[in-house]
């Protein structure tokens, strides 16, 4: 296991706590009526992106499917602008045309946010064939769940990204259930990280709780990438603290269940942890950035909620170009 | 007992070619398996082998001969001991089915004055001198000058690279562009359909070919879903300069699976340009239009015309703007509105109504969404009368649309109802006289345009 430097742990927390304040504050904002529709919580996973987004560089491209609040804010979206979107407002990052599922920031090369399950898959190896059909040394990573990973189309881009050598990381978030449904009862075999063998593509499960073990892994498969080494796959053994979406009251799943995963191996305690037992920052200096990430996510909510709706006249706009 | 080899049918589509060479001669043993001879079609020289042992007794079409119809005997086979002297002279073979082709070609004597008019009503190729080039070819050139004029554009599909692509259309591109821009895929329409546009995503300008736009259902979610919603789900961030094109509708005798229209299944959706060009100029001048344009673009050919040759204006750069219905007959009496294969039947339903004193003005759709509807109210308003054609399903097809718009946006001007020619609501069928009931004909569309003219049917 890597060691992180001091500054490193510092924005490990830093990141994943901006990420749970957000969407904790996401999660009132929709129990007041101010979120509509479906709103898909990243509460509990954190790690991965935010261990993930430490082994790419920028120009790198990153994209997801509709769990993607976490994805945009650790590719340094502005909260703001995701939280607007979330609410339906002008100033959000699609002007309230989105919503939660939709978003996308080509400043930040963040390439969405896709509704479909399984959509990210061919359209991320996409993203990489551009990369190597320019020549540059871009890599994609390309983000779905375990339920997605049962998905046709998700073996379908496996295949043309070995045979054409595409420089894409499948980044599996294994978070135990696809909805309501367990892995186990979805999925014929349930290490996700071999199911490239049939394409000779290699992979590895990492410990998506663990900040470190993901940045680890992710370097070596981007380093990897990069070099031509073509696709990949990181199975990130994780798991959300929320129901699939807002309105689902999760009863195939244990309090008992959730509370022990919060216990043992919360990511943002792990490294709180570390912090606190080597001396980096005291509790109250955590406590201060703990603070400065509930402004950050409250001055996101105020925005959100004080930003006016599209103008009508948005009905008609950016159908075509 | 002396056989004949009769020349063979090489492709559902295909109704003669070219006896390019014997590989024996008269007097030759032959075994079955043999090769005896090749077969050039309009897309690809065939070897064909002996079926039975015997002597090659005589050679009836030499070698070199062009346009012989399937099923006409080529040669006599005799079998060991026999003379030719013993046996009568070769009867006509019988032809397995009727002896009219099922799907006819389209005779060139109809379409090419008829492009030329086309091209007249469109008033962008003043006084061009003017070349014969099939679809097929059209739709080639396109590409490939859109091809040298952009590095970004490149060509993906099942059997576009090596093969030349499973129609030909794409011949030639491999040895131009290379591996890097034409780009055989696996058959995996959604997997390929996705990384096209994840790739025109980041920028690049993929033209995917569907071998047939049957198979791109597997495809439909991308297209639909990630290439057509998502420049208005990133509100104008984020959006797929891509074309999808291949062969629409009907073939021959290919059953239900393939031979389905999706004209109006892509036309519903906003977020997308879709086109049907029937004439050479229309396919490569859109074609070139829809690879500049900045949108996801559904462009639907027709395997029956792709051997068609047309007339095209012979200039550098050849562009069809998208959007704009072209006026290829003028006429008072009725306004017929088509696209694609539907426009031959419009094209010949017109010149025998014009022989019955029944004067029809022609209208080629080209571009399915957005539609020409000016172009349409303008002929009606006119004529008065509205026949549309075209082999789609009947039911919330192009038609349906455009009768509905009609009725709503020219009430005061209609003399009949608006009225449809369309496929029969019927999965294709497979047998010979079955496809042919369900595939609208030239006569259906004449005694449509009688009825909304309240004229006695012949």
Redesign the interface.
Known sequence: MIEFTPERELEAYREMLKIRRFEEKAGQLYGMGFIGGFCHLYIGQEAVVVGMQMSIDKGDQVITTYRDHGHMLACGMDPKGVMAELTGRRGGYSKGKGGSMHMFSLEKNFYGGHGIVGASAPLGSGLAFANKYRGNDRVCLTYFGDGAANQGQVYESFNMAKLWDLPVIYVIENNKYGMGTSIERSSATTDFSNRGASFDIKGEQVDGMDVRAVKEAGDKAVKRAREGGGPYILEMLTYRYRGHSMSDPAKYRTREEVQKVRQDSDPIEQVKKRIIADGIASADELKAIDKEMKAIAANAAEFAQADPEPDAAELYTDILR | MATEILMPALSPTMEEGKLARWLVKEGDEIAAGDIIAEIETDKATMEIEAIEDGKLAKVLIAEGAEGVKVNTPIAIVLEDGEELDDTAAPEPAAAPTEPEPVAAPIEAPVSAPVVKAAIEGSKIFGDTAMVEVTVREALRDAMAEEMRRDEGV?VMGEEVAEYQGAYKVTQGLLAEFGE?RVID??I?E???????????????KPVVEFMTWNFAMQAI??II??AAK??????????SSIVFRGPNGAASRVGAQHSQDYSSWYAQV??L?VVAPYSAADAKGLLKAAIRD??PIIFLEHEMVYGQSFEIPDVDDLIVPIGKAAIVRQGRDVTLVSFSRGMQLANEAAIILAEQGIDAEVIDLRTLRPLDMETVLTSVRKTNRIVTVEEAWPIASIGSEICSRVTCEAFDYLDAPPTKVNCKDVPMPYAANLEKLALPNVDDVVSAVKSVCYRDKA
């Open positions: 490149f890097k895929t696996p995996t959604h997997g390929f359909a996705g990384i096209a546009v994840g790739a025109a995503f980041a920028g690049l979610d991308h879903n990630s998502t420049l208005y789900m990133s509100g104008g961030q984020m959006s906003p977020g340009k900045p949108n």
